[in-house]
């Protein structure tokens, strides 16, 4: 059984990751290029936000 997976990662993400990795770590880094793009995505995405903080008590 084959599984589709969808990234949902817009166009430019894609070639500015293509050209970043590409230009790092040559033929591997264009090879890698979407599924680090991926990594990179979910975990920024997972990173906690600095704006949920909880309410402080005024005095």
């Known amino acids: 059984m084959i599984k589709i997976i ?3 990662l817009h166009l430019v993400t894609i ?3 293509v050209i970043l990795f ?3 770590w040559g033929f591997w880094g264009v090879f890698f290029a979407i599924p680090l793009a991926t990594l990179v995505k ?3 995405s ?3 936000s600095n ?3 909880p309410e402080q008590k005024k005095c």
């Open 6 to 8: 969808i990234i949902n």
């Open 15 to 17: 070639i500015v990751a």
């Open 22 to 24: 590409g230009g790092i």
């Open 42 to 44: 979910a975990v920024l």
């Open 46 to 48: 997972a990173w906690p």
């Open 51 to 53: 704006n949920e903080f």
